[in-house]
């Protein structure tokens, strides 16, 4: 990343540090900032397709998907499965530190991927149906077109947001909104739960986001269903039979559970310090 790009994000962070504390704007500050990413996306992914009303098929066993909150290539990814409403595994896999490209050593599941495709790149797409595991954003997304789209054609404000300077401009905005590490960056260590949680809603929806930024730097797996079953934003943890329909609450509720040590601090001017001289390995 630039160097003036990093010092603009490390203002930001610091200034969303800040503001964060003042705890009676903090729910204001989240929604708008969540809000502002999703626009700066133009809400790419957050209307479906009807494909599945019209006989279409999804697919059979759940796919499965290794991503992080903070990486601008996992979002487009899951913007995809949320316009074609398709439910997904989500293993989180947020970074240890901003330093070091790769990095896993106590990540919950980084070494999975590590095992599974033979490196630490992210979104990591596994599909049971197809016995086809996929690195790469644009392959993983050109994949999904092809196999669950009906082929039906794409909406016309995904298609854009997809596009070069706007897919830029919208990789770069979002990460001004949402720059901590808490937000899907860095992991915070956490008690595994038993069973897999479930979260219902679209990509860009503001309250749906804030909880899958918690169970993210958590590193706590869930079915994140792209459906109208229950109303967006609901999480549902059948370990302790709890419901919840606010983001507050729910988020509230996952670090007081599950929580278990500090989430680093590291600024975003720590950005590769350790990859410094070295061959960083795939490109985007
Ligand atoms: N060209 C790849 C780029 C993927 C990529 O660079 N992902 C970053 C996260 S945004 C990554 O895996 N970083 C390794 C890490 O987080 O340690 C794609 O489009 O999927």
């Given at each position: 990343?630039g160097?003036?790009?990093?010092?603009?994000?490390?203002?930001?962070?610091?200034?969303?540090?800040?503001?964060?504390?003042?705890?009676?704007?903090?729910?204001?500050?989240?929604?708008?900032?969540?809000?502002?990413?999703?626009?700066?996306?133009?809400f790419?992914?957050?209307?479906?397709?009807?494909?599945?009303?019209?006989?279409?098929?999804?697919?059979?066993?759940?796919?499965?998907?290794?991503?992080?909150?903070?990486?601008?290539?996992?979002?487009?990814?899951?913007?995809?499965?949320?316009?074609?409403?398709?439910?997904?595994?989500?293993?989180?896999?947020?970074?240890?530190?901003?330093?070091?490209?790769?990095?896993?050593?106590?990540?919950?599941?980084?070494?999975?991927?590590?095992?599974?495709?033979?490196?630490?790149?992210?979104?990591?797409?596994?599909?049971?149906n197809?016995?086809?595991?996929?690195?790469?954003?644009?392959?993983?997304?050109?994949?999904?077109?092809?196999?669950?789209?009906?082929?039906?054609?794409?909406?016309l404000?995904?298609?854009?947001?997809?596009?070069?300077?706007?897919?830029?401009?919208?990789?770069?905005?979002?990460?001004?909104?949402?720059?901590?590490?808490?937000?899907?960056?860095?992991?915070?260590?956490?008690k595994?739960?038993?069973?897999?949680?479930?979260?219902?809603?679209?990509?860009?929806h503001?309250?749906?986001?804030?909880?899958?930024?918690?169970?993210?730097?958590?590193?706590?797996?869930?079915?994140?269903?792209?459906?109208?079953?229950e109303?967006?934003?609901?999480?549902?943890?059948?370990?302790?039979?709890?419901?919840?329909?606010?983001?507050?609450?729910?988020?509230?509720?996952?670090?007081?559970?599950?929580?278990?040590?500090?989430?680093?601090?590291?600024?975003?001017?720590?950005y590769?310090?350790?990859?410094?001289?070295?061959?960083?390995?795939?490109?985007?």
């Open positions: 990343m160097k003036l790009r990093l010092i603009i994000f490390a203002i930001f962070q610091s200034v969303f540090r800040a503001l964060y504390k003042i705890s009676f704007l903090s729910t204001l500050i989240h929604n708008l900032t969540c809000f502002l990413a999703g626009l700066s996306r133009l790419s992914g957050t209307t479906p397709l009807q494909i599945y009303a019209k006989g279409n098929n999804a697919p059979t066993k759940r796919l499965i998907l290794y991503e992080f909150e903070g990486c601008p290539f996992c979002r487009i990814v899951r913007e995809t499965l949320s316009v074609l409403s398709i439910e997904v595994l989500i293993y989180p896999c947020p970074r240890e530190t901003l330093k070091k490209y790769g990095h896993h050593k106590s990540s919950r599941f980084r070494g999975e991927v590590k095992k599974l495709g033979n490196k630490i790149m992210f979104p990591y797409l596994v599909d049971e197809t016995g086809k595991s996929l690195y790469e954003s644009k392959d993983i997304i050109a994949y999904l077109w092809e196999n669950y789209s009906g082929g039906q054609k794409k909406p404000f995904y298609k854009l947001s997809m596009k070069g300077p706007l897919l830029i401009l919208g990789f770069f905005l979002h990460a001004l909104m949402r720059p901590l590490p808490s937000m899907g960056i860095l992991r915070t260590p956490s595994r739960p038993e069973k897999l949680l479930e979260l219902w809603g679209r990509e860009h503001v309250g749906t986001k804030r909880i899958r930024e918690a169970l993210c730097t958590l590193e706590i797996p869930y079915i994140l269903h792209h459906s109208n079953s109303p967006k934003g609901t999480l549902k943890d059948p370990n302790t039979q709890k419901s919840f329909s606010k983001a507050k609450e729910a988020c509230s509720y996952l670090f007081a559970h599950y929580q278990d040590g500090s989430t680093k601090e590291e600024s975003l001017l720590d590769g310090k350790d990859d410094r001289g070295e061959k960083r390995s795939p490109k985007a």
